[in-house]
Protein backbone atom coordinates (compact mmCIF):
# COMPACT_ATOMS: atom_id res chain seq x y z
CA UNK A 1 0.00 0.00 0.00
CA UNK A 2 2.85 2.36 0.89
CA UNK A 3 4.12 1.59 -2.76
CA UNK A 4 0.98 2.27 -4.06
CA UNK A 5 0.50 5.29 -2.68
CA UNK A 6 4.16 6.69 -3.75
CA UNK A 7 3.42 5.62 -7.06
CA UNK A 8 -0.10 7.59 -7.57
CA UNK A 9 1.92 10.96 -6.96
CA UNK A 10 4.50 9.99 -9.82
CA UNK A 11 1.51 8.12 -12.28
CA UNK A 12 -2.22 7.90 -12.91
CA UNK A 13 -3.97 5.79 -10.58
CA UNK A 14 -5.52 4.11 -13.68
CA UNK A 15 -2.21 2.98 -14.43
CA UNK A 16 -1.08 0.75 -11.91
CA UNK A 17 -2.44 -2.38 -11.25
CA UNK A 18 -2.39 -3.98 -7.97
CA UNK A 19 -5.21 -6.48 -7.43
CA UNK A 20 -4.88 -9.93 -7.62
CA UNK A 21 -7.07 -10.68 -11.11
CA UNK A 22 -5.38 -7.43 -12.54
CA UNK A 23 -1.86 -8.90 -12.13
CA UNK A 24 -2.69 -12.32 -12.94
CA UNK A 25 -2.03 -11.73 -16.95
CA UNK A 26 0.96 -11.01 -16.40
CA UNK A 27 2.37 -13.81 -14.34
CA UNK A 28 3.95 -15.18 -17.43
CA UNK A 29 5.50 -14.13 -20.77
CA UNK A 30 6.12 -16.58 -24.03
CA UNK A 31 7.83 -19.30 -22.87
CA UNK A 32 4.72 -20.14 -20.35
CA UNK A 33 6.03 -22.85 -18.68
CA UNK A 34 6.84 -20.62 -15.61
CA UNK A 35 4.42 -18.55 -13.59
CA UNK A 36 5.18 -16.09 -10.96
CA UNK A 37 2.12 -13.28 -9.88
CA UNK A 38 4.17 -10.04 -9.43
CA UNK A 39 3.67 -7.18 -6.59
CA UNK A 40 2.38 -4.61 -9.04
CA UNK A 41 2.19 -3.48 -12.77
CA UNK A 42 2.34 -0.43 -13.59
CA UNK A 43 1.94 1.50 -17.18
CA UNK A 44 4.41 4.52 -17.67
CA UNK A 45 3.39 7.10 -20.55
CA UNK A 46 6.54 9.08 -20.98
CA UNK A 47 9.99 8.86 -20.19
CA UNK A 48 10.39 10.82 -16.99
CA UNK A 49 7.71 9.29 -15.47
CA UNK A 50 10.03 5.84 -16.05
CA UNK A 51 12.88 8.27 -14.44
CA UNK A 52 10.89 9.18 -11.14
CA UNK A 53 9.91 5.48 -11.10
CA UNK A 54 13.30 4.07 -11.38
CA UNK A 55 14.66 6.96 -8.97
CA UNK A 56 12.09 6.08 -6.51
CA UNK A 57 12.63 1.91 -6.45
CA UNK A 58 16.55 2.36 -6.61
CA UNK A 59 15.99 4.61 -3.31
CA UNK A 60 13.49 1.64 -1.70
CA UNK A 61 15.47 -0.98 -3.17
CA UNK A 62 12.26 -2.40 -4.80
CA UNK A 63 12.93 -5.01 -7.94
CA UNK A 64 11.74 -3.93 -11.18
CA UNK A 65 11.31 -5.97 -13.81
CA UNK A 66 10.78 -4.30 -17.61
CA UNK A 67 8.51 -5.86 -20.00
CA UNK A 68 7.47 -5.15 -23.33
CA UNK A 69 4.59 -7.30 -25.48
CA UNK A 70 5.57 -10.37 -23.33
CA UNK A 71 6.24 -12.56 -26.46
CA UNK A 72 10.02 -13.69 -25.54
CA UNK A 73 10.72 -17.30 -25.02
CA UNK A 74 13.06 -17.25 -22.64
CA UNK A 75 11.34 -16.22 -19.56
CA UNK A 76 13.69 -12.89 -20.17
CA UNK A 77 10.23 -10.81 -18.76
CA UNK A 78 9.12 -13.11 -15.98
CA UNK A 79 8.07 -11.06 -12.51
CA UNK A 80 9.21 -11.92 -8.89
CA UNK A 81 6.81 -12.17 -6.32
CA UNK A 82 8.56 -8.67 -4.31
CA UNK A 83 9.08 -6.98 -7.88
CA UNK A 84 7.27 -4.36 -9.56
CA UNK A 85 6.37 -5.05 -13.33
CA UNK A 86 7.15 -1.88 -15.76
CA UNK A 87 5.31 -2.67 -18.69
CA UNK A 88 5.65 -0.27 -21.86
CA UNK A 89 2.83 -0.93 -23.55
CA UNK A 90 1.77 3.12 -23.75
CA UNK A 91 4.73 4.06 -25.01
CA UNK A 92 3.03 3.15 -28.36
CA UNK A 93 4.24 6.01 -31.39
CA UNK A 94 6.01 6.04 -33.87
CA UNK A 95 7.50 9.39 -33.33
CA UNK A 96 9.66 10.35 -36.59
CA UNK A 97 10.32 8.72 -40.04
CA UNK A 98 13.02 10.02 -41.79
CA UNK A 99 13.51 8.92 -45.55
CA UNK A 100 16.76 11.08 -46.14
CA UNK A 101 18.76 9.33 -43.18
CA UNK A 102 16.66 5.93 -43.93
CA UNK A 103 15.72 5.81 -40.17
CA UNK A 104 12.77 5.81 -38.31
CA UNK A 105 12.43 6.90 -34.08
CA UNK A 106 9.91 4.71 -32.28
CA UNK A 107 8.76 4.29 -28.70
CA UNK A 108 9.75 0.81 -27.72
CA UNK A 109 5.77 -0.77 -27.64
CA UNK A 110 5.59 0.03 -31.34
CA UNK A 111 5.25 -3.82 -32.94
CA UNK A 112 7.96 -4.90 -34.65
CA UNK A 113 5.83 -4.81 -37.94
CA UNK A 114 4.46 -1.64 -37.13
CA UNK A 115 7.32 0.07 -38.72
CA UNK A 116 7.45 -1.73 -42.06
CA UNK A 117 3.82 -0.99 -42.16
CA UNK A 118 4.78 2.90 -41.61
CA UNK A 119 6.90 3.05 -44.23
CA UNK A 120 5.82 0.58 -47.10
CA UNK A 121 4.27 2.88 -48.43
CA UNK A 122 7.04 4.79 -49.77
CA UNK A 123 9.09 0.99 -50.86
CA UNK A 124 10.98 1.12 -47.29
CA UNK A 125 10.71 -2.12 -44.85
CA UNK A 126 12.51 -2.90 -41.43
CA UNK A 127 14.57 -6.40 -41.72
CA UNK A 128 14.73 -7.94 -38.99
CA UNK A 129 11.14 -10.12 -38.52
CA UNK A 130 10.72 -12.55 -35.75
CA UNK A 131 7.76 -14.86 -36.35
CA UNK A 132 6.28 -12.87 -33.47
CA UNK A 133 6.35 -9.61 -35.54
CA UNK A 134 2.36 -8.84 -35.83
CA UNK A 135 3.47 -9.05 -31.26
CA UNK A 136 6.93 -8.62 -30.43
CA UNK A 137 7.53 -4.67 -29.61
CA UNK A 138 10.72 -2.89 -30.33
CA UNK A 139 11.88 -2.02 -27.29
CA UNK A 140 12.00 -6.11 -26.16
CA UNK A 141 13.40 -6.78 -29.83
CA UNK A 142 16.51 -4.79 -28.70
CA UNK A 143 16.40 -5.98 -25.45
CA UNK A 144 16.39 -9.50 -26.64
CA UNK A 145 19.04 -8.98 -29.63
CA UNK A 146 15.95 -10.63 -31.89
CA UNK A 147 16.40 -11.95 -35.22
CA UNK A 148 14.34 -13.50 -37.46
CA UNK A 149 14.12 -15.31 -40.99
CA UNK A 150 16.15 -12.61 -43.03
CA UNK A 151 18.87 -12.11 -40.35
CA UNK A 152 20.87 -14.44 -42.55
CA UNK A 153 21.58 -11.42 -45.12
CA UNK A 154 20.42 -8.60 -43.18
CA UNK A 155 21.47 -9.09 -39.94
CA UNK A 156 19.49 -9.64 -36.15
CA UNK A 157 18.56 -6.36 -34.17
CA UNK A 158 22.03 -5.14 -33.38
CA UNK A 159 22.91 -4.54 -37.18
CA UNK A 160 19.86 -2.27 -37.50
CA UNK A 161 19.34 -0.41 -34.95
CA UNK A 162 21.31 3.14 -34.48
CA UNK A 163 20.19 4.50 -31.22
CA UNK A 164 18.77 4.56 -28.61
CA UNK A 165 17.08 6.24 -25.07
CA UNK A 166 17.41 4.73 -21.93
CA UNK A 167 16.87 5.08 -18.09
CA UNK A 168 19.36 3.67 -15.77
CA UNK A 169 18.09 1.96 -12.24
CA UNK A 170 19.16 5.62 -10.15
CA UNK A 171 16.70 7.21 -12.87
CA UNK A 172 19.41 9.00 -14.88
CA UNK A 173 18.35 9.40 -18.64
CA UNK A 174 20.83 8.92 -21.64
CA UNK A 175 21.29 8.63 -25.15
CA UNK A 176 23.26 5.96 -27.20
CA UNK A 177 23.75 6.65 -30.71
CA UNK A 178 21.26 8.44 -33.11
CA UNK A 179 21.07 9.06 -36.65
CA UNK A 180 24.44 8.38 -37.77
CA UNK A 181 25.86 4.65 -38.63
CA UNK A 182 28.70 5.16 -35.58
CA UNK A 183 29.67 7.13 -32.91
CA UNK A 184 32.77 7.93 -31.37
CA UNK A 185 33.86 6.36 -27.15
CA UNK A 186 32.46 2.96 -26.50
CA UNK A 187 29.82 0.80 -27.91
CA UNK A 188 27.63 1.07 -25.44
CA UNK A 189 24.50 1.02 -28.24
CA UNK A 190 25.94 -2.81 -28.67
CA UNK A 191 26.27 -3.24 -24.67
CA UNK A 192 22.50 -2.36 -24.08
CA UNK A 193 21.03 -4.08 -27.26
CA UNK A 194 20.50 -7.97 -25.88
CA UNK A 195 21.19 -6.69 -22.13
CA UNK A 196 17.71 -8.48 -21.59
CA UNK A 197 16.37 -5.24 -19.09
CA UNK A 198 19.21 -5.89 -16.69
CA UNK A 199 21.44 -2.84 -17.21
CA UNK A 200 18.42 -0.35 -17.74
CA UNK A 201 14.88 0.50 -19.86
CA UNK A 202 14.54 1.07 -23.13
CA UNK A 203 12.46 4.26 -23.89
CA UNK A 204 13.32 4.90 -27.32
CA UNK A 205 14.52 3.05 -30.28
CA UNK A 206 16.29 4.52 -33.47
CA UNK A 207 16.13 1.80 -36.33
CA UNK A 208 17.64 1.77 -39.72
CA UNK A 209 15.00 1.12 -42.84
CA UNK A 210 15.79 -0.53 -46.11
CA UNK A 211 14.97 -0.16 -49.93
CA UNK A 212 12.56 -3.33 -50.71
CA UNK A 213 14.17 -4.67 -53.20
CA UNK A 214 13.60 -4.80 -56.83
CA UNK A 215 12.75 -8.63 -57.32
CA UNK A 216 12.26 -11.45 -54.53
CA UNK A 217 11.81 -15.13 -55.12
CA UNK A 218 11.45 -18.26 -52.47
CA UNK A 219 12.13 -21.80 -53.35
CA UNK A 220 10.29 -24.97 -51.82
CA UNK A 221 12.66 -27.46 -51.69
CA UNK A 222 12.01 -30.98 -50.54
CA UNK A 223 14.87 -33.81 -49.78
CA UNK A 224 15.23 -37.37 -48.98
CA UNK A 225 17.06 -36.77 -45.45
CA UNK A 226 17.82 -34.27 -42.96
CA UNK A 227 21.38 -34.49 -44.37
CA UNK A 228 21.33 -33.93 -48.25
CA UNK A 229 19.12 -30.62 -46.44
CA UNK A 230 21.60 -29.96 -44.64
CA UNK A 231 24.62 -30.47 -46.70
CA UNK A 232 22.86 -28.22 -49.16
CA UNK A 233 22.96 -25.56 -46.48
CA UNK A 234 26.75 -25.49 -46.58
CA UNK A 235 26.66 -26.02 -50.75
CA UNK A 236 24.54 -23.02 -51.14
CA UNK A 237 26.90 -20.67 -48.62
CA UNK A 238 30.36 -21.94 -49.79
CA UNK A 239 29.09 -21.20 -53.37
CA UNK A 240 29.41 -17.40 -52.12
CA UNK A 241 25.18 -16.93 -52.17
CA UNK A 242 23.99 -15.60 -49.43
CA UNK A 243 20.09 -15.42 -49.34
CA UNK A 244 17.63 -13.14 -48.02
CA UNK A 245 16.37 -15.83 -45.79
CA UNK A 246 17.28 -19.80 -45.91
CA UNK A 247 14.98 -21.95 -43.64
CA UNK A 248 14.69 -25.65 -42.44
CA UNK A 249 12.32 -28.16 -41.21
CA UNK A 250 11.65 -31.66 -40.77
CA UNK A 251 9.33 -34.38 -41.87
CA UNK A 252 7.28 -33.55 -38.22
CA UNK A 253 7.11 -30.13 -38.70
CA UNK A 254 6.44 -29.87 -42.68
CA UNK A 255 3.44 -32.18 -41.71
CA UNK A 256 2.40 -29.68 -38.83
CA UNK A 257 2.35 -26.04 -41.07
CA UNK A 258 0.86 -27.64 -43.71
CA UNK A 259 -1.83 -28.60 -41.65
CA UNK A 260 -2.25 -25.55 -40.14
CA UNK A 261 -1.82 -23.10 -43.21
CA UNK A 262 -1.78 -25.17 -46.56
CA UNK A 263 1.11 -23.68 -48.03
CA UNK A 264 2.02 -26.64 -50.65
CA UNK A 265 4.95 -28.04 -48.55
CA UNK A 266 6.32 -31.39 -49.95
CA UNK A 267 4.78 -33.38 -47.42
CA UNK A 268 7.07 -36.80 -48.46
CA UNK A 269 10.02 -34.79 -48.04
CA UNK A 270 12.05 -35.57 -44.45
CA UNK A 271 13.44 -32.13 -44.56
CA UNK A 272 12.63 -28.97 -46.52
CA UNK A 273 14.12 -25.79 -47.41
CA UNK A 274 12.75 -22.39 -48.07
CA UNK A 275 15.63 -20.35 -50.16
CA UNK A 276 14.47 -16.84 -50.78
CA UNK A 277 16.63 -14.39 -53.13
CA UNK A 278 16.19 -10.84 -53.57
CA UNK A 279 18.06 -8.24 -55.55
CA UNK A 280 17.98 -7.15 -59.58
CA UNK A 281 15.44 -9.09 -61.29
CA UNK A 282 18.71 -10.41 -63.21
CA UNK A 283 20.79 -11.21 -60.04
CA UNK A 284 17.58 -13.26 -58.95
CA UNK A 285 16.86 -15.32 -61.93
CA UNK A 286 20.54 -16.31 -62.11
CA UNK A 287 20.90 -17.29 -58.16
CA UNK A 288 17.59 -19.18 -58.29
CA UNK A 289 18.86 -20.91 -60.93
CA UNK A 290 22.14 -21.58 -59.07
CA UNK A 291 19.99 -22.82 -55.75
CA UNK A 292 18.28 -24.92 -58.34
CA UNK A 293 21.44 -26.97 -59.67
CA UNK A 294 23.39 -27.22 -55.84
CA UNK A 295 19.32 -28.79 -54.70
CA UNK A 296 19.96 -31.45 -57.24
CA UNK A 297 23.19 -31.85 -56.59
CA UNK A 298 21.96 -32.63 -52.80
CA UNK A 299 19.97 -35.19 -54.18
CA UNK A 300 16.30 -32.83 -53.88
CA UNK A 301 13.52 -34.75 -54.23
CA UNK A 302 11.09 -31.70 -55.44
CA UNK A 303 11.61 -28.00 -55.76
CA UNK A 304 8.92 -25.08 -56.68
CA UNK A 305 9.67 -21.73 -57.33
CA UNK A 306 7.34 -18.63 -56.35
CA UNK A 307 5.50 -17.41 -59.32
CA UNK A 308 4.14 -14.18 -57.43
CA UNK A 309 4.44 -12.17 -54.53
CA UNK A 310 1.28 -14.03 -53.10
CA UNK A 311 2.79 -17.55 -53.91
CA UNK A 312 6.45 -16.80 -51.80
CA UNK A 313 4.64 -14.89 -48.53
CA UNK A 314 2.30 -18.55 -48.71
CA UNK A 315 5.52 -20.46 -48.42
CA UNK A 316 6.64 -18.44 -45.48
CA UNK A 317 2.80 -18.56 -43.83
CA UNK A 318 4.36 -22.21 -43.17
CA UNK A 319 7.59 -21.35 -41.43
CA UNK A 320 6.08 -17.92 -39.43
CA UNK A 321 3.21 -20.12 -38.46
CA UNK A 322 5.52 -22.99 -37.20
CA UNK A 323 5.47 -22.34 -33.63
CA UNK A 324 1.42 -21.93 -32.98
CA UNK A 325 1.03 -25.04 -36.08
CA UNK A 326 2.39 -27.28 -32.98
CA UNK A 327 -0.60 -27.16 -30.74
CA UNK A 328 -2.46 -29.47 -32.60
CA UNK A 329 1.08 -31.75 -31.72
CA UNK A 330 0.77 -31.94 -28.21
CA UNK A 331 -0.48 -30.45 -25.25
CA UNK A 332 2.22 -28.04 -24.36
CA UNK A 333 5.51 -27.50 -26.31
CA UNK A 334 9.15 -26.16 -25.06
CA UNK A 335 11.00 -24.20 -27.61
CA UNK A 336 15.02 -23.87 -27.51
CA UNK A 337 17.19 -21.94 -29.34
CA UNK A 338 21.04 -22.60 -29.95
CA UNK A 339 23.35 -22.02 -32.64
CA UNK A 340 26.36 -24.17 -34.26
CA UNK A 341 28.17 -23.98 -37.18
CA UNK A 342 26.24 -24.85 -40.19
CA UNK A 343 28.33 -27.85 -41.28
CA UNK A 344 27.60 -29.34 -37.88
CA UNK A 345 23.56 -29.41 -38.16
CA UNK A 346 22.74 -33.12 -39.89
CA UNK A 347 25.57 -34.56 -36.88
CA UNK A 348 22.97 -32.42 -34.29
CA UNK A 349 20.17 -33.38 -35.75
CA UNK A 350 21.27 -37.16 -35.30
CA UNK A 351 21.87 -36.13 -31.58
CA UNK A 352 18.59 -34.41 -31.06
CA UNK A 353 16.57 -37.81 -32.68
CA UNK A 354 18.54 -40.12 -29.96
CA UNK A 355 17.93 -37.82 -27.27
CA UNK A 356 14.44 -37.83 -28.17
CA UNK A 357 14.06 -41.37 -27.77
CA UNK A 358 15.99 -41.36 -24.61
CA UNK A 359 13.43 -38.83 -22.91
CA UNK A 360 10.16 -40.62 -24.72
CA UNK A 361 8.97 -36.99 -25.96
CA UNK A 362 8.72 -36.38 -29.42
CA UNK A 363 10.46 -33.54 -31.01
CA UNK A 364 10.07 -31.03 -34.32
CA UNK A 365 13.13 -29.23 -35.31
CA UNK A 366 13.08 -25.73 -37.34
CA UNK A 367 16.36 -23.42 -37.99
CA UNK A 368 17.04 -20.43 -39.38
CA UNK A 369 19.43 -22.90 -41.57
CA UNK A 370 21.85 -19.83 -42.63
CA UNK A 371 23.06 -18.91 -39.86
CA UNK A 372 23.12 -22.15 -37.88
CA UNK A 373 19.99 -21.04 -35.36
CA UNK A 374 18.08 -24.20 -34.06
CA UNK A 375 14.98 -24.23 -32.87
CA UNK A 376 13.93 -27.71 -31.71
CA UNK A 377 10.58 -27.86 -30.74
CA UNK A 378 10.39 -30.37 -27.90
CA UNK A 379 6.17 -31.95 -27.06
CA UNK A 380 5.25 -32.76 -24.00
CA UNK A 381 2.02 -32.60 -21.64
CA UNK A 382 2.27 -30.26 -18.15
CA UNK A 383 -0.50 -31.96 -16.88
CA UNK A 384 1.54 -35.05 -16.64
CA UNK A 385 3.94 -35.51 -13.29
CA UNK A 386 7.74 -34.78 -14.24
CA UNK A 387 7.06 -33.56 -17.88
CA UNK A 388 8.19 -30.30 -17.66
CA UNK A 389 11.40 -31.29 -15.35
CA UNK A 390 11.82 -34.44 -18.12
CA UNK A 391 11.81 -31.54 -21.08
CA UNK A 392 14.24 -29.10 -19.40
CA UNK A 393 16.64 -31.78 -19.32
CA UNK A 394 16.08 -32.83 -22.35
CA UNK A 395 16.99 -28.97 -23.70
CA UNK A 396 19.70 -28.66 -21.63
CA UNK A 397 21.21 -31.36 -23.25
CA UNK A 398 20.28 -29.72 -26.60
CA UNK A 399 21.89 -26.95 -25.72
CA UNK A 400 25.16 -28.10 -24.18
CA UNK A 401 25.66 -30.34 -27.26
CA UNK A 402 25.30 -27.14 -29.12
CA UNK A 403 28.28 -25.50 -26.95
CA UNK A 404 30.55 -28.52 -27.33
CA UNK A 405 30.90 -28.06 -31.55
CA UNK A 406 31.31 -25.02 -31.12
CA UNK A 407 28.05 -23.21 -30.58
CA UNK A 408 26.23 -20.65 -28.47
CA UNK A 409 23.32 -20.96 -26.03
CA UNK A 410 20.93 -18.75 -27.70
CA UNK A 411 20.80 -16.89 -31.56
CA UNK A 412 17.65 -14.54 -30.97
CA UNK A 413 15.48 -15.49 -28.09
CA UNK A 414 18.29 -14.89 -25.31
CA UNK A 415 19.11 -16.17 -21.88
CA UNK A 416 16.54 -15.37 -19.42
CA UNK A 417 15.54 -18.05 -16.75
CA UNK A 418 15.61 -21.10 -19.08
CA UNK A 419 19.36 -21.26 -20.01
CA UNK A 420 20.73 -19.30 -16.72
CA UNK A 421 21.84 -22.35 -14.97
CA UNK A 422 23.77 -22.85 -18.59
CA UNK A 423 25.94 -20.33 -18.31
CA UNK A 424 28.61 -21.80 -16.91
CA UNK A 425 28.13 -24.14 -19.96
CA UNK A 426 29.81 -21.62 -22.23
CA UNK A 427 31.41 -18.91 -19.82
CA UNK A 428 34.52 -19.82 -17.25
CA UNK A 429 34.30 -17.48 -13.97
CA UNK A 430 36.60 -14.79 -15.18
CA UNK A 431 34.21 -14.23 -18.09
CA UNK A 432 30.93 -14.31 -15.91
CA UNK A 433 32.60 -12.19 -13.17
CA UNK A 434 33.72 -9.20 -16.19
CA UNK A 435 29.65 -9.40 -16.76
CA UNK A 436 28.59 -8.92 -12.98
CA UNK A 437 31.32 -6.09 -12.75
CA UNK A 438 29.32 -4.15 -15.15
CA UNK A 439 25.84 -4.93 -14.08
CA UNK A 440 26.88 -3.31 -11.07
CA UNK A 441 28.16 -0.55 -12.52
CA UNK A 442 25.16 0.30 -13.90
CA UNK A 443 22.83 -0.85 -11.15
CA UNK A 444 24.42 -1.46 -8.32
CA UNK A 445 21.85 -2.87 -5.94
CA UNK A 446 20.74 -5.24 -8.68
CA UNK A 447 17.37 -4.22 -9.07
CA UNK A 448 16.69 -4.61 -12.27
CA UNK A 449 15.59 -7.95 -13.54
CA UNK A 450 17.27 -9.47 -10.58
Known amino acids: EEIVSALKKIIKSENILDHEDQVRPFETDGLSAYKQKPLLVIFPENTKEVSKILAFCNRERIKVVPRGAGTGLSGGALPLA???????????????IDYKNRCVVAQPGVTNLSITQAV?????????????????SIGGNVAENSGGVHSLKYGTTTNNIMGVEVVFMDGTICTLGGKTYDSEGYDLLGLITGSEGLLCVITEVTVKILKKPQTVKAALIGFPTIEDGGNCVSDII??????S???????????????????????DAESMLIVEIDGSETEVEE???????????????SIKISKNEKQRLKFWAGRKAAFPACGDMAPDYYCMDGTI??????EVLKYIGKLS?????????AFHAGDGNL???????????????????????????????GGVLTGEHGVGVEKRELMCEMFNNNDIQQQIKIKKVLDGSTLLNP
Open 82 to 96: DSILLCLGKFNKILN
Open 120 to 136: QDKGFYYAPDPSSQIAC
Open 238 to 243: ASGIIP
Open 245 to 267: GMEMMDKALIHATDNFVRAGYPR
Open 287 to 301: LIEKVNSIAKKNKST
Open 341 to 346: PRRKLA
Open 357 to 365: KKYNLPVAN
Open 375 to 405: HPLIMYDANQKDSLEKTEMFGADILKYCVKL
